[in-house]
Protein backbone atom coordinates (compact mmCIF):
# COMPACT_ATOMS: atom_id res chain seq x y z
CA UNK A 1 0.00 0.00 0.00
CA UNK A 2 2.86 2.60 0.42
CA UNK A 3 4.62 4.52 -1.69
CA UNK A 4 7.76 2.37 -1.37
CA UNK A 5 6.37 -0.64 -2.81
CA UNK A 6 8.03 -1.77 -5.34
CA UNK A 7 6.92 -1.16 -8.51
CA UNK A 8 8.82 -3.22 -10.79
CA UNK A 9 7.28 -5.97 -9.55
CA UNK A 10 5.09 -8.24 -11.83
CA UNK A 11 1.35 -9.29 -11.55
CA UNK A 12 -1.84 -7.27 -11.77
CA UNK A 13 -0.93 -4.48 -9.63
CA UNK A 14 1.73 -3.55 -11.80
CA UNK A 15 0.02 -3.93 -14.55
CA UNK A 16 -3.05 -1.29 -13.18
CA UNK A 17 -0.87 0.68 -11.76
CA UNK A 18 1.02 1.33 -15.58
CA UNK A 19 -1.92 2.44 -16.83
CA UNK A 20 -3.67 4.46 -13.55
CA UNK A 21 -1.73 5.49 -11.27
CA UNK A 22 -3.73 4.06 -8.14
CA UNK A 23 -0.46 3.61 -5.58
CA UNK A 24 0.85 7.07 -6.52
CA UNK A 25 -2.69 8.83 -6.00
CA UNK A 26 -3.07 6.87 -2.04
CA UNK A 27 0.94 7.98 -1.80
CA UNK A 28 0.19 11.37 -2.81
CA UNK A 29 -3.10 11.89 -1.11
CA UNK A 30 -3.46 9.47 1.58
CA UNK A 31 -0.44 8.07 3.11
CA UNK A 32 2.00 10.72 2.09
CA UNK A 33 -0.64 13.67 3.05
CA UNK A 34 0.28 14.67 6.65
CA UNK A 35 -2.35 16.32 8.95
CA UNK A 36 -1.37 18.09 11.93
CA UNK A 37 -1.40 15.14 15.11
CA UNK A 38 -3.39 17.63 17.32
CA UNK A 39 -7.01 17.43 15.52
CA UNK A 40 -10.12 16.88 18.21
CA UNK A 41 -13.45 15.99 18.12
CA UNK A 42 -14.31 19.06 15.77
CA UNK A 43 -12.03 17.76 13.00
CA UNK A 44 -15.00 14.67 12.37
CA UNK A 45 -17.32 16.89 10.53
CA UNK A 46 -15.67 17.33 7.13
CA UNK A 47 -15.89 13.66 6.66
CA UNK A 48 -19.33 13.56 8.26
CA UNK A 49 -20.59 16.03 5.87
CA UNK A 50 -18.49 14.02 2.62
CA UNK A 51 -20.84 10.86 4.02
CA UNK A 52 -23.76 12.54 4.71
CA UNK A 53 -23.87 13.71 0.53
CA UNK A 54 -22.91 10.55 -0.66
CA UNK A 55 -26.44 8.86 1.31
CA UNK A 56 -28.20 11.74 0.28
CA UNK A 57 -27.26 10.57 -3.35
CA UNK A 58 -27.88 7.42 -2.93
CA UNK A 59 -31.13 7.85 -1.17
CA UNK A 60 -32.19 10.12 -3.89
CA UNK A 61 -31.31 7.76 -6.60
CA UNK A 62 -34.04 5.38 -5.58
CA UNK A 63 -36.32 7.31 -4.12
CA UNK A 64 -36.14 9.26 -7.67
CA UNK A 65 -37.42 5.87 -9.07
CA UNK A 66 -40.80 6.28 -7.53
CA UNK A 67 -41.24 9.95 -7.49
CA UNK A 68 -43.26 11.82 -9.81
CA UNK A 69 -42.88 15.18 -9.89
CA UNK A 70 -46.31 17.44 -10.64
CA UNK A 71 -49.45 19.08 -9.40
CA UNK A 72 -51.52 15.91 -9.12
CA UNK A 73 -48.95 13.32 -8.59
CA UNK A 74 -45.82 14.72 -6.60
CA UNK A 75 -47.67 14.39 -3.28
CA UNK A 76 -49.40 11.06 -3.82
CA UNK A 77 -46.20 9.37 -5.38
CA UNK A 78 -44.71 10.20 -1.63
CA UNK A 79 -47.31 8.66 0.04
CA UNK A 80 -47.34 6.00 -1.98
CA UNK A 81 -43.32 5.34 -1.44
CA UNK A 82 -43.96 5.56 2.08
CA UNK A 83 -47.07 3.50 2.77
CA UNK A 84 -46.91 1.02 -0.22
CA UNK A 85 -43.24 0.29 -1.46
CA UNK A 86 -40.75 -2.33 0.43
CA UNK A 87 -38.36 -0.27 2.68
CA UNK A 88 -39.71 3.45 1.09
CA UNK A 89 -40.99 4.58 4.32
CA UNK A 90 -36.93 4.13 5.26
CA UNK A 91 -35.85 5.61 2.14
CA UNK A 92 -38.17 8.81 2.71
CA UNK A 93 -36.89 9.21 5.99
CA UNK A 94 -32.94 8.76 5.46
CA UNK A 95 -33.59 11.41 2.89
CA UNK A 96 -35.43 13.77 5.39
CA UNK A 97 -33.46 13.20 7.99
CA UNK A 98 -30.19 13.52 6.13
CA UNK A 99 -31.57 16.97 4.95
CA UNK A 100 -31.02 18.02 8.38
CA UNK A 101 -28.59 16.19 9.45
CA UNK A 102 -26.74 17.15 6.50
CA UNK A 103 -26.76 20.71 7.62
CA UNK A 104 -26.21 20.08 11.51
CA UNK A 105 -22.96 18.71 10.59
CA UNK A 106 -21.60 21.89 8.33
CA UNK A 107 -22.82 24.27 11.09
CA UNK A 108 -20.82 22.41 13.44
CA UNK A 109 -18.12 22.36 10.48
CA UNK A 110 -17.98 26.07 10.52
CA UNK A 111 -17.69 26.49 14.01
CA UNK A 112 -15.01 24.85 13.97
CA UNK A 113 -13.57 27.80 11.20
CA UNK A 114 -14.48 30.23 13.32
CA UNK A 115 -13.18 28.53 16.20
CA UNK A 116 -9.82 28.31 15.04
CA UNK A 117 -9.09 30.24 12.32
CA UNK A 118 -9.52 28.29 9.44
CA UNK A 119 -10.78 30.79 6.85
CA UNK A 120 -7.75 32.89 7.34
CA UNK A 121 -4.90 32.96 4.65
CA UNK A 122 -3.73 31.09 3.16
CA UNK A 123 -6.94 29.06 3.41
CA UNK A 124 -8.91 31.97 1.89
CA UNK A 125 -10.54 29.68 -1.29
CA UNK A 126 -10.39 26.98 1.07
CA UNK A 127 -13.58 29.36 2.89
CA UNK A 128 -14.88 30.43 -0.23
CA UNK A 129 -14.95 27.05 -1.79
CA UNK A 130 -16.54 25.61 1.60
CA UNK A 131 -19.10 28.85 1.24
CA UNK A 132 -20.08 27.95 -2.15
CA UNK A 133 -20.85 24.24 -0.91
CA UNK A 134 -23.17 25.77 1.90
CA UNK A 135 -24.92 28.09 -0.56
CA UNK A 136 -25.80 25.26 -3.18
CA UNK A 137 -26.74 23.11 -0.79
CA UNK A 138 -29.64 25.47 0.34
CA UNK A 139 -30.49 25.64 -2.96
CA UNK A 140 -30.91 21.77 -2.59
CA UNK A 141 -32.40 21.81 0.26
CA UNK A 142 -35.21 24.56 -0.20
CA UNK A 143 -36.22 22.66 -3.69
CA UNK A 144 -36.09 19.24 -2.20
CA UNK A 145 -38.59 20.76 0.45
CA UNK A 146 -40.65 21.88 -2.42
CA UNK A 147 -40.92 18.41 -4.38
CA UNK A 148 -43.09 16.37 -2.10
CA UNK A 149 -45.46 19.21 -2.76
CA UNK A 150 -47.20 19.49 0.58
CA UNK A 151 -48.84 22.54 1.90
CA UNK A 152 -45.88 23.56 3.29
CA UNK A 153 -43.75 23.03 0.34
CA UNK A 154 -46.45 25.15 -1.45
CA UNK A 155 -46.26 28.37 1.09
CA UNK A 156 -42.44 27.68 1.66
CA UNK A 157 -41.53 28.11 -1.95
CA UNK A 158 -44.43 31.31 -2.48
CA UNK A 159 -42.74 32.69 0.41
CA UNK A 160 -39.09 32.17 -1.09
CA UNK A 161 -39.64 32.81 -4.35
CA UNK A 162 -41.54 36.04 -3.82
CA UNK A 163 -38.35 37.10 -2.11
CA UNK A 164 -36.80 37.24 -5.35
CA UNK A 165 -39.59 40.03 -6.67
CA UNK A 166 -38.75 42.11 -4.01
CA UNK A 167 -35.09 42.85 -6.60
CA UNK A 168 -36.15 46.69 -8.14
CA UNK A 169 -37.09 46.90 -11.51
CA UNK A 170 -36.38 42.72 -12.80
CA UNK A 171 -38.34 41.79 -9.56
CA UNK A 172 -42.00 41.01 -10.79
CA UNK A 173 -40.97 39.38 -14.44
CA UNK A 174 -37.79 37.25 -12.34
CA UNK A 175 -40.61 35.86 -9.84
CA UNK A 176 -43.03 34.29 -13.05
CA UNK A 177 -39.67 33.59 -14.95
CA UNK A 178 -38.42 31.29 -11.92
CA UNK A 179 -42.27 29.99 -11.66
CA UNK A 180 -42.69 29.02 -14.89
CA UNK A 181 -46.32 30.04 -14.40
CA UNK A 182 -48.85 33.31 -13.28
CA UNK A 183 -48.30 30.59 -9.93
CA UNK A 184 -46.60 27.27 -8.56
CA UNK A 185 -47.53 24.70 -10.46
CA UNK A 186 -46.70 21.70 -12.87
CA UNK A 187 -43.54 24.28 -14.23
CA UNK A 188 -42.44 24.67 -11.04
CA UNK A 189 -41.69 21.27 -9.83
CA UNK A 190 -40.60 20.07 -13.46
CA UNK A 191 -38.02 22.43 -13.15
CA UNK A 192 -37.29 22.01 -9.48
CA UNK A 193 -37.14 17.89 -9.57
CA UNK A 194 -34.30 18.65 -12.61
CA UNK A 195 -32.12 21.06 -10.56
CA UNK A 196 -32.69 18.71 -7.17
CA UNK A 197 -31.75 15.92 -9.06
CA UNK A 198 -29.45 16.64 -11.75
CA UNK A 199 -27.74 20.28 -11.57
CA UNK A 200 -27.24 20.92 -8.41
CA UNK A 201 -25.70 17.27 -7.40
CA UNK A 202 -23.33 18.16 -10.06
CA UNK A 203 -22.28 21.56 -9.14
CA UNK A 204 -22.32 20.27 -5.58
CA UNK A 205 -20.08 17.09 -6.15
CA UNK A 206 -17.52 19.55 -8.63
CA UNK A 207 -17.46 22.45 -5.55
CA UNK A 208 -16.39 19.69 -2.89
CA UNK A 209 -13.68 17.88 -5.28
CA UNK A 210 -12.53 21.87 -5.41
CA UNK A 211 -12.70 22.23 -1.58
CA UNK A 212 -10.53 19.03 -0.87
CA UNK A 213 -7.94 20.08 -3.90
CA UNK A 214 -7.44 23.42 -2.06
CA UNK A 215 -7.23 21.58 1.39
CA UNK A 216 -4.43 19.34 0.26
CA UNK A 217 -2.80 22.15 -1.47
CA UNK A 218 -2.57 24.33 2.25
CA UNK A 219 -3.11 21.61 4.24
CA UNK A 220 -5.44 21.57 7.42
CA UNK A 221 -5.44 24.01 10.29
CA UNK A 222 -5.72 22.57 13.25
CA UNK A 223 -6.86 23.81 17.16
CA UNK A 224 -3.36 25.92 17.68
CA UNK A 225 -3.71 27.78 14.78
CA UNK A 226 -0.54 27.62 13.54
CA UNK A 227 1.15 26.12 10.53
CA UNK A 228 2.73 22.47 10.53
CA UNK A 229 4.75 23.12 7.82
CA UNK A 230 7.04 25.77 8.80
CA UNK A 231 8.33 23.17 11.26
CA UNK A 232 9.74 20.35 8.99
CA UNK A 233 11.53 17.03 10.35
CA UNK A 234 14.45 15.53 8.70
CA UNK A 235 12.39 13.31 6.86
CA UNK A 236 10.79 16.70 5.22
CA UNK A 237 7.60 16.29 6.43
CA UNK A 238 6.47 18.39 9.16
CA UNK A 239 7.34 17.34 12.98
CA UNK A 240 3.52 17.83 14.01
CA UNK A 241 1.88 16.30 11.00
CA UNK A 242 1.18 12.76 10.54
CA UNK A 243 -0.22 10.62 7.49
CA UNK A 244 -3.54 10.84 6.80
CA UNK A 245 -4.21 7.14 6.38
CA UNK A 246 -4.13 5.45 8.89
CA UNK A 247 -4.14 7.54 11.39
CA UNK A 248 -7.44 9.88 10.17
CA UNK A 249 -8.96 7.80 8.25
CA UNK A 250 -9.17 5.35 11.44
CA UNK A 251 -9.94 7.99 13.56
CA UNK A 252 -12.87 9.39 11.46
CA UNK A 253 -14.33 5.66 11.12
CA UNK A 254 -14.87 6.07 15.07
CA UNK A 255 -17.10 9.55 14.40
CA UNK A 256 -18.96 7.75 11.60
CA UNK A 257 -20.11 5.03 13.75
CA UNK A 258 -21.75 7.20 16.81
CA UNK A 259 -23.00 9.62 14.00
CA UNK A 260 -24.75 6.97 12.13
CA UNK A 261 -25.99 5.81 15.77
CA UNK A 262 -27.52 9.05 16.41
CA UNK A 263 -28.85 9.31 12.78
CA UNK A 264 -30.47 5.68 13.13
CA UNK A 265 -32.55 6.74 16.34
CA UNK A 266 -33.53 9.62 14.82
CA UNK A 267 -34.62 8.17 11.23
CA UNK A 268 -36.26 5.05 13.46
CA UNK A 269 -37.66 6.63 16.33
CA UNK A 270 -38.42 10.38 16.04
CA UNK A 271 -38.30 11.37 12.00
CA UNK A 272 -39.96 14.32 11.84
CA UNK A 273 -38.26 16.00 14.69
CA UNK A 274 -41.17 17.29 16.72
CA UNK A 275 -41.92 19.16 13.36
CA UNK A 276 -38.43 20.32 13.01
CA UNK A 277 -37.07 17.85 10.25
CA UNK A 278 -40.63 17.51 8.86
CA UNK A 279 -43.38 20.06 9.79
CA UNK A 280 -47.29 18.92 9.97
CA UNK A 281 -48.84 20.64 7.44
CA UNK A 282 -46.66 18.92 4.51
CA UNK A 283 -48.23 15.78 5.63
CA UNK A 284 -51.52 17.70 3.97
CA UNK A 285 -51.75 18.20 -0.13
CA UNK A 286 -50.38 21.13 -1.01
CA UNK A 287 -53.76 23.75 -1.23
CA UNK A 288 -53.62 27.42 -2.86
CA UNK A 289 -56.49 28.66 -0.84
CA UNK A 290 -55.45 27.67 2.85
CA UNK A 291 -52.38 29.30 4.23
CA UNK A 292 -51.30 27.31 7.12
CA UNK A 293 -51.24 29.81 10.29
CA UNK A 294 -47.96 30.03 10.94
CA UNK A 295 -45.17 28.95 7.97
CA UNK A 296 -41.73 28.25 9.00
CA UNK A 297 -38.79 27.11 7.09
CA UNK A 298 -37.18 24.03 8.35
CA UNK A 299 -35.00 24.68 11.04
CA UNK A 300 -31.53 24.93 9.39
CA UNK A 301 -32.88 28.64 7.00
CA UNK A 302 -35.04 29.66 10.62
CA UNK A 303 -31.46 32.46 11.69
CA UNK A 304 -31.83 34.26 8.05
CA UNK A 305 -35.69 33.84 7.94
CA UNK A 306 -35.46 35.15 11.39
CA UNK A 307 -33.87 38.64 10.13
CA UNK A 308 -35.96 38.71 7.01
CA UNK A 309 -38.97 39.52 9.46
CA UNK A 310 -37.86 41.49 11.93
CA UNK A 311 -37.18 44.56 9.35
CA UNK A 312 -40.58 46.63 8.84
CA UNK A 313 -39.98 46.80 5.08
CA UNK A 314 -39.60 44.11 2.66
CA UNK A 315 -37.16 45.52 0.20
CA UNK A 316 -34.44 46.37 3.03
CA UNK A 317 -35.71 42.53 5.05
CA UNK A 318 -34.95 41.11 2.04
CA UNK A 319 -31.53 42.61 1.59
CA UNK A 320 -30.03 42.38 5.13
CA UNK A 321 -31.41 38.38 5.25
CA UNK A 322 -29.34 38.02 1.80
CA UNK A 323 -26.13 40.28 3.29
CA UNK A 324 -26.71 38.08 6.46
CA UNK A 325 -24.99 35.14 4.38
CA UNK A 326 -23.37 36.93 1.64
CA UNK A 327 -20.80 37.96 4.88
CA UNK A 328 -19.68 34.70 5.34
CA UNK A 329 -17.50 34.80 2.35
CA UNK A 330 -16.11 37.70 3.74
CA UNK A 331 -14.77 36.27 7.12
CA UNK A 332 -10.84 35.89 5.81
CA UNK A 333 -10.65 39.57 5.42
CA UNK A 334 -13.07 40.66 7.66
CA UNK A 335 -10.70 39.14 10.39
CA UNK A 336 -7.51 40.57 10.84
CA UNK A 337 -5.82 38.88 13.74
CA UNK A 338 -2.14 37.68 13.40
CA UNK A 339 -3.26 34.52 15.19
CA UNK A 340 -6.21 32.09 14.19
CA UNK A 341 -6.95 30.31 16.74
CA UNK A 342 -9.27 31.39 19.51
CA UNK A 343 -6.94 29.67 22.06
CA UNK A 344 -4.20 32.50 20.93
CA UNK A 345 -6.39 35.25 21.23
CA UNK A 346 -7.52 37.81 23.64
CA UNK A 347 -10.58 37.48 26.71
CA UNK A 348 -12.71 40.29 23.90
CA UNK A 349 -12.45 37.92 21.03
CA UNK A 350 -13.55 34.99 22.85
CA UNK A 351 -16.72 36.82 24.44
CA UNK A 352 -17.36 38.26 21.11
CA UNK A 353 -17.48 34.58 19.29
CA UNK A 354 -19.53 33.08 21.92
CA UNK A 355 -21.91 36.05 21.75
CA UNK A 356 -22.19 35.62 18.04
CA UNK A 357 -22.76 31.78 18.29
CA UNK A 358 -25.37 32.65 20.84
CA UNK A 359 -26.94 34.91 18.56
CA UNK A 360 -26.97 32.57 15.74
CA UNK A 361 -28.61 29.82 18.12
CA UNK A 362 -31.34 32.76 19.32
CA UNK A 363 -32.06 33.79 15.72
CA UNK A 364 -32.60 30.13 14.54
CA UNK A 365 -35.46 29.65 17.60
CA UNK A 366 -36.86 32.58 17.06
CA UNK A 367 -37.12 31.70 13.30
CA UNK A 368 -39.55 28.98 14.22
CA UNK A 369 -41.85 31.45 16.49
CA UNK A 370 -44.59 33.34 15.51
CA UNK A 371 -43.76 36.88 14.37
CA UNK A 372 -45.55 38.60 16.79
CA UNK A 373 -45.20 40.63 20.32
CA UNK A 374 -41.88 39.84 22.05
CA UNK A 375 -40.55 37.82 19.41
CA UNK A 376 -40.18 40.68 16.99
CA UNK A 377 -38.45 42.84 19.72
CA UNK A 378 -36.00 40.11 19.95
CA UNK A 379 -35.55 39.04 16.43
CA UNK A 380 -34.31 42.99 16.40
CA UNK A 381 -31.98 42.98 18.85
CA UNK A 382 -30.11 39.58 18.21
CA UNK A 383 -30.34 41.11 14.39
CA UNK A 384 -28.33 44.06 15.51
CA UNK A 385 -26.22 41.60 17.37
CA UNK A 386 -25.40 39.79 14.62
CA UNK A 387 -24.12 42.27 12.07
CA UNK A 388 -22.56 43.97 15.11
CA UNK A 389 -20.18 40.77 15.18
CA UNK A 390 -18.31 41.63 12.05
CA UNK A 391 -18.09 44.85 12.62
CA UNK A 392 -16.94 44.15 16.12
CA UNK A 393 -14.88 41.41 14.73
CA UNK A 394 -13.10 43.98 11.78
CA UNK A 395 -11.92 46.19 14.79
CA UNK A 396 -11.20 43.73 17.68
CA UNK A 397 -9.16 41.46 15.80
CA UNK A 398 -6.99 44.02 14.93
CA UNK A 399 -5.32 44.23 18.40
CA UNK A 400 -6.36 40.90 19.91
CA UNK A 401 -5.32 38.28 18.59
CA UNK A 402 -1.22 39.29 17.84
CA UNK A 403 0.42 37.79 20.93
CA UNK A 404 2.97 35.00 21.35
CA UNK A 405 2.07 31.56 19.94
CA UNK A 406 3.89 28.16 20.70
CA UNK A 407 6.29 26.72 17.75
CA UNK A 408 5.08 23.46 18.21
CA UNK A 409 1.16 22.20 18.75
CA UNK A 410 -0.17 21.51 21.95
CA UNK A 411 -0.56 17.95 21.97
CA UNK A 412 -0.85 15.37 24.97
CA UNK A 413 -0.20 11.10 23.88
CA UNK A 414 -2.93 8.98 25.21
CA UNK B 1 8.44 14.35 -49.75
CA UNK B 2 8.94 17.50 -48.02
CA UNK B 3 12.00 19.03 -46.38
CA UNK B 4 12.39 18.86 -43.24
CA UNK B 5 15.41 21.48 -43.03
CA UNK B 6 12.93 23.89 -43.83
CA UNK B 7 10.52 23.27 -40.95
CA UNK B 8 13.54 23.68 -38.66
CA UNK B 9 13.69 27.58 -39.43
CA UNK B 10 11.06 29.15 -37.13
CA UNK B 11 9.52 32.17 -38.61
CA UNK B 12 9.57 35.28 -36.63
CA UNK B 13 6.66 35.66 -34.47
CA UNK B 14 3.93 38.61 -34.99
CA UNK B 15 2.65 39.18 -31.70
CA UNK B 16 -0.14 41.59 -31.99
CA UNK B 17 -1.57 39.62 -35.13
CA UNK B 18 -1.45 36.40 -32.86
CA UNK B 19 -2.98 38.68 -30.00
CA UNK B 20 -5.59 40.19 -32.52
CA UNK B 21 -6.31 36.55 -33.69
CA UNK B 22 -7.07 35.18 -30.09
CA UNK B 23 -8.94 37.83 -29.13
CA UNK B 24 -11.54 37.91 -32.04
CA UNK B 25 -11.21 34.02 -31.44
CA UNK B 26 -12.40 34.01 -27.69
CA UNK B 27 -14.49 37.36 -28.54
CA UNK B 28 -16.76 35.39 -31.23
CA UNK B 29 -16.57 32.36 -29.15
CA UNK B 30 -17.90 34.18 -26.24
CA UNK B 31 -20.91 36.04 -28.23
CA UNK B 32 -21.90 32.32 -29.45
CA UNK B 33 -22.31 30.98 -26.29
CA UNK B 34 -24.50 33.75 -24.81
CA UNK B 35 -26.52 33.46 -28.00
CA UNK B 36 -26.38 29.51 -27.00
CA UNK B 37 -27.94 30.55 -23.88
CA UNK B 38 -30.95 32.37 -24.77
CA UNK B 39 -32.97 29.36 -25.47
CA UNK B 40 -32.21 27.88 -22.55
CA UNK B 41 -33.05 30.45 -20.06
CA UNK B 42 -36.50 31.64 -21.69
CA UNK B 43 -37.46 27.42 -21.97
CA UNK B 44 -38.42 29.00 -17.84
CA UNK B 45 -40.98 31.65 -19.59
CA UNK B 46 -44.23 30.54 -18.73
CA UNK B 47 -45.47 27.70 -21.65
CA UNK B 48 -48.43 28.64 -24.27
CA UNK B 49 -50.39 26.05 -22.66
CA UNK B 50 -50.05 28.27 -19.08
CA UNK B 51 -50.59 31.41 -20.46
CA UNK B 52 -53.80 30.14 -22.45
CA UNK B 53 -54.93 29.09 -19.02
CA UNK B 54 -55.03 32.86 -17.84
CA UNK B 55 -58.06 33.14 -19.57
CA UNK B 56 -60.75 35.40 -17.64
CA UNK B 57 -62.95 34.20 -14.70
CA UNK B 58 -66.73 35.07 -14.76
CA UNK B 59 -68.18 35.33 -11.34
CA UNK B 60 -72.22 35.45 -10.27
CA UNK B 61 -72.52 38.99 -7.94
CA UNK B 62 -75.99 37.95 -6.98
CA UNK B 63 -74.77 34.94 -4.59
CA UNK B 64 -72.71 37.29 -2.51
CA UNK B 65 -74.21 38.73 0.38
CA UNK B 66 -73.50 42.12 1.32
CA UNK B 67 -70.56 42.36 3.67
CA UNK B 68 -69.01 39.07 2.39
CA UNK B 69 -65.98 37.76 0.87
CA UNK B 70 -65.95 35.47 -1.93
CA UNK B 71 -62.90 33.66 -3.76
CA UNK B 72 -62.31 32.42 -7.23
CA UNK B 73 -58.77 31.87 -9.18
CA UNK B 74 -57.41 34.05 -11.92
CA UNK B 75 -54.18 32.96 -13.30
CA UNK B 76 -53.73 30.83 -10.38
CA UNK B 77 -53.83 33.57 -7.91
CA UNK B 78 -57.01 33.66 -5.24
CA UNK B 79 -59.40 37.30 -6.41
CA UNK B 80 -60.90 38.11 -3.13
CA UNK B 81 -64.38 39.37 -4.35
CA UNK B 82 -66.12 41.70 -1.25
CA UNK B 83 -69.60 43.00 -1.50
CA UNK B 84 -69.03 45.95 0.30
CA UNK B 85 -71.91 47.75 2.71
CA UNK B 86 -72.37 50.98 3.63
CA UNK B 87 -70.80 51.09 6.76
CA UNK B 88 -67.76 49.35 5.15
CA UNK B 89 -67.56 52.06 2.65
CA UNK B 90 -68.07 54.58 5.01
CA UNK B 91 -64.87 53.22 7.62
CA UNK B 92 -62.45 53.75 4.75
CA UNK B 93 -61.99 57.38 4.95
CA UNK B 94 -61.44 57.64 8.75
CA UNK B 95 -57.75 56.07 8.57
CA UNK B 96 -55.62 57.69 5.85
CA UNK B 97 -53.28 59.01 8.07
CA UNK B 98 -52.38 55.43 9.36
CA UNK B 99 -51.91 54.21 6.06
CA UNK B 100 -48.63 53.79 3.82
CA UNK B 101 -50.33 54.64 0.59
CA UNK B 102 -53.84 56.39 0.72
CA UNK B 103 -54.40 57.35 -2.37
CA UNK B 104 -52.40 54.49 -4.06
CA UNK B 105 -50.00 56.31 -5.81
CA UNK B 106 -47.35 53.81 -5.44
CA UNK B 107 -49.17 50.18 -5.67
CA UNK B 108 -50.87 48.55 -8.77
CA UNK B 109 -54.02 48.58 -9.79
CA UNK B 110 -55.87 49.63 -13.24
CA UNK B 111 -56.32 53.09 -13.56
CA UNK B 112 -60.16 52.95 -12.77
CA UNK B 113 -59.61 51.81 -9.66
CA UNK B 114 -57.07 54.33 -8.17
CA UNK B 115 -59.62 56.26 -6.42
CA UNK B 116 -61.01 56.38 -2.84
CA UNK B 117 -62.64 52.88 -2.84
CA UNK B 118 -60.49 51.20 -5.21
CA UNK B 119 -62.95 50.25 -6.95
CA UNK B 120 -64.84 50.32 -10.53
CA UNK B 121 -68.22 50.55 -8.80
CA UNK B 122 -67.98 51.27 -4.96
CA UNK B 123 -69.80 48.51 -3.62
CA UNK B 124 -67.53 45.49 -5.43
CA UNK B 125 -64.36 45.41 -4.03
CA UNK B 126 -61.96 43.05 -6.51
CA UNK B 127 -58.22 42.43 -5.22
CA UNK B 128 -55.75 39.79 -5.68
CA UNK B 129 -55.38 37.81 -2.40
CA UNK B 130 -51.49 37.41 -2.42
CA UNK B 131 -49.95 39.41 0.32
CA UNK B 132 -47.71 42.33 -1.43
CA UNK B 133 -45.02 41.29 1.15
CA UNK B 134 -43.91 37.41 0.39
CA UNK B 135 -47.37 36.04 -1.21
CA UNK B 136 -49.50 34.60 1.96
CA UNK B 137 -53.20 34.73 1.96
CA UNK B 138 -54.32 37.42 3.42
CA UNK B 139 -56.98 36.51 6.54
CA UNK B 140 -60.71 38.13 6.15
CA UNK B 141 -60.86 40.55 9.86
CA UNK B 142 -64.23 41.95 8.73
CA UNK B 143 -65.71 42.73 12.50
CA UNK B 144 -64.49 46.39 13.45
CA UNK B 145 -62.98 46.82 16.62
CA UNK B 146 -60.99 43.44 16.89
CA UNK B 147 -58.55 44.36 18.94
CA UNK B 148 -56.59 41.13 18.32
CA UNK B 149 -55.11 43.07 14.93
CA UNK B 150 -54.76 46.51 16.47
CA UNK B 151 -56.17 49.09 18.41
CA UNK B 152 -59.23 51.25 16.58
CA UNK B 153 -59.24 47.80 13.84
CA UNK B 154 -61.51 49.57 11.27
CA UNK B 155 -61.98 45.81 9.66
CA UNK B 156 -59.80 44.58 6.50
CA UNK B 157 -57.80 41.65 6.05
CA UNK B 158 -54.54 40.46 8.21
CA UNK B 159 -51.95 38.24 7.08
CA UNK B 160 -50.95 35.31 9.06
CA UNK B 161 -47.38 34.91 7.85
CA UNK B 162 -45.47 38.28 8.68
CA UNK B 163 -48.54 40.28 10.13
CA UNK B 164 -49.18 42.68 7.41
CA UNK B 165 -52.62 44.48 7.83
CA UNK B 166 -55.03 46.14 5.10
CA UNK B 167 -58.44 48.26 5.36
CA UNK B 168 -61.48 47.19 3.19
CA UNK B 169 -60.01 48.46 0.02
CA UNK B 170 -56.77 46.32 0.69
CA UNK B 171 -54.70 49.67 1.21
CA UNK B 172 -51.73 48.58 3.50
CA UNK B 173 -51.17 50.12 6.99
CA UNK B 174 -47.77 51.31 8.83
CA UNK B 175 -46.32 48.80 10.87
CA UNK B 176 -47.11 46.11 8.36
CA UNK B 177 -43.52 44.16 6.81
CA UNK B 178 -45.60 44.71 2.99
CA UNK B 179 -45.07 48.07 1.60
CA UNK B 180 -48.12 48.47 -0.84
CA UNK B 181 -51.36 47.89 -0.84
CA UNK B 182 -53.12 44.69 -2.56
CA UNK B 183 -53.27 44.29 -5.82
CA UNK B 184 -56.14 45.02 -8.05
CA UNK B 185 -56.51 42.89 -11.17
CA UNK B 186 -58.13 44.13 -14.20
CA UNK B 187 -62.21 43.36 -14.37
CA UNK B 188 -65.05 44.93 -15.86
CA UNK B 189 -68.55 44.30 -15.60
CA UNK B 190 -71.00 42.52 -18.00
CA UNK B 191 -74.45 43.74 -16.70
CA UNK B 192 -75.42 43.98 -13.34
CA UNK B 193 -74.76 40.87 -11.53
CA UNK B 194 -71.48 39.63 -13.81
CA UNK B 195 -68.06 40.54 -12.70
CA UNK B 196 -65.33 39.21 -15.40
CA UNK B 197 -61.76 38.75 -13.84
CA UNK B 198 -58.99 39.83 -16.36
CA UNK B 199 -60.96 41.19 -18.60
CA UNK B 200 -61.25 45.78 -18.94
CA UNK B 201 -62.11 48.21 -21.62
CA UNK B 202 -58.58 48.45 -22.63
CA UNK B 203 -57.40 44.93 -22.71
CA UNK B 204 -60.42 44.52 -24.63
CA UNK B 205 -60.41 40.67 -23.97
CA UNK B 206 -57.01 40.27 -24.04
CA UNK B 207 -55.98 38.75 -20.13
Known amino acids: MSATMDKSAGGFRAWLNKRLPVDQFMADQLTGYYAPKNFNVWYFFGSLALLVFVMQIVTGIFITMHFKPGEATAFNSVEYLRREVPYGWLLQYMHAVGASFFFIVVYLHMARAFLYGSYKGPRELLWVFGMLIYLALMAEAFMGYVLPYGNMSYWGAQVIINLFGTIPGIGPDLVEWIRGDYGIGDATLTRFFSLHVIALPFILALLILLHLVALRQVGSNNPDGIEIKENPGADGHPKDGIPFHPYYTLKDIVGVGLFLTFFAIVVFFIPTFGGLFMEAPNFEPANPSSTPEHIAPVWYFTPYYAILRAVPDQKLGALLMALSVAVFLFMPWIDRAKNKSVRYRGITSKILLGVFFVTFLMLMWLGLKPADGIYVLLARIFTVLYFGFFIALF ?19 H | MSDHAADDTVPEVDESRRKFLIAATAGTGAVGAVLTAVPFVASWNPSESARAAGLPTEVDLSKIEPGQMATFFWRKQQIYVVKRTPEMLASLSAHDPQLKDPTSEKSEQPQYAKNDSRALKPDVLVLIGTCTHLGCLPKTRF ?14 FFCPCHGSKFDLAGRVFQGSPASVNLKIPPYSFEGDNKLVIGVDATSKGVA
Open chain 2, 143 to 156: TPGDASVMANWPGG
Open chain 1, 395 to 413: FVSKWDGNGPVPDRVTYNA
